[in-house]
């Protein structure tokens, strides 16, 4: 097999996976009343000191207005906090909240138990790679979207 066929194989295989992906995380966020973006900004809030806007933007891959969006839907549900910078008023920095932080950590809890579900007949080893094949591409594809968002 050619690497050429490997690839068309692999992404033959990706299609109905992203779609099953999609499908289980539709139903996850149902009745939760927030978009996947507002969880991926709280987990990206409880990794890290102060952020702003621009923070946020460029570490979920999307445009400055919507990273705007999803952090007032933050804001409105209280689980993260602007303040504004003493010395430069210009910028403003994004905390998460004792609030955010405990729904974010119940929300975390019930995605690992999908997740274990969704893994329950893949064995470690197989994680391992699969994590250590993402960690690998996910550099490149960042350098690519950079370059088509330039």
């Known amino acids: 097999m050619t690497r050429s066929d490997l690839l068309k194989e692999f992404f033959e295989s ?3 996976f992203q779609r099953l992906v999609r499908t289980q995380k539709e139903r996850f966020f149902k009745d939760l ?3 996947p ?8 809030l ?10 946020v ?3 979920l ?6 990273a705007t969006q999803v952090i007032e839907e933050a804001v409105q549900h209280e689980h993260i906090e602007r303040t504004t910078d003493e010395i430069d008023r210009r910028v ?3 905390t998460i909240t004792p609030k955010g932080a405990a729904f974010a950590k119940e929300l975390g809890k019930k995605h690992m138990h999908q997740m274990e579900e969704c893994f329950a007949e893949v064995t470690d ?10 960690t690998k591409i996910i550099p490149h594809l960042r350098k690519n979207l950079a370059h088509i968002n330039d």
């Not at 409880?46 to 923070?55: L, Q």
């Not at 891959?61 to 919507?66: E, L």
């Not at 080893?125 to 993402?134: P, Q």
């Open 37 to 44: 973006t507002h969880l991926e900004l709280l987990y990206f």
């Open 46 to 55: 409880k990794h890290s000191e102060k952020s702003t806007v621009k923070d």
């Open 33 to 35: 009343e927030i978009s």
């Open 92 to 94: 403003v920095h994004l």
């Open 57 to 59: 933007a460029s570490r």
């Open 125 to 134: 080893e197989e994680i391992i790679a699969l994590t250590a094949l993402y």
């Open 61 to 66: 891959n999307i445009t400055s207005s919507g």
């Open 14 to 16: 990706l299609i109905p």
